[in-house]
Nanobody
């Protein structure tokens, strides 16, 4: 079992930055890929970024490439999402997720554990 708790969301002006953190409990964190997803009002939940178990491989949605950076710290059981140059369209509830295995994936179905989400609101 892995329990995930996100933090770091808030209200920020367009062009600003936020850093989301995901704290994980459980001994299998370091053997799982991790991902961030987001759900905007009235929309389906969508992939944002993912990172392999050792941090060597990262994937990003086209909409956030060059602005967001995913990282992880296995010794601390944490994952992070640094978000720069934020835009109003980044406004959403952001979820941290732990994959079923080592394999990095953009698909929700490959993630077994989810946090409750942290709200990010970007004003124009």
């Amino acid at each position: 079992q892995v329990q995930l708790v996100e933090s770091g969301g808030g209200l920020v002006q367009a062009g600003g930055s936020l850093r989301l953190s995901c704290a994980a409990s459980g001994r299998t964190f370091s053997s799982r890929a991790m991902g961030w997803f987001r759900q905007a009002p009235g929309k389906e939940r969508a992939f944002v970024a993912a990172i392999s178990w050792n941090g060597d491989i990262t994937y990003y949605a086209d909409s956030v490439k060059g602005r967001f950076t995913i990282s992880r710290h296995n010794a601390q059981n944490t994952a992070s999402l640094q978000m720069n140059s934020l835009k109003p369209e980044d406004t959403a509830l952001y979820y941290c997720a732990a994959a079923r295995s080592l394999a990095v994936s953009t698909l929700e179905s490959n993630y077994a554990y989810w946090g409750q989400g942290t709200q990010v609101t970007v004003s124009s």
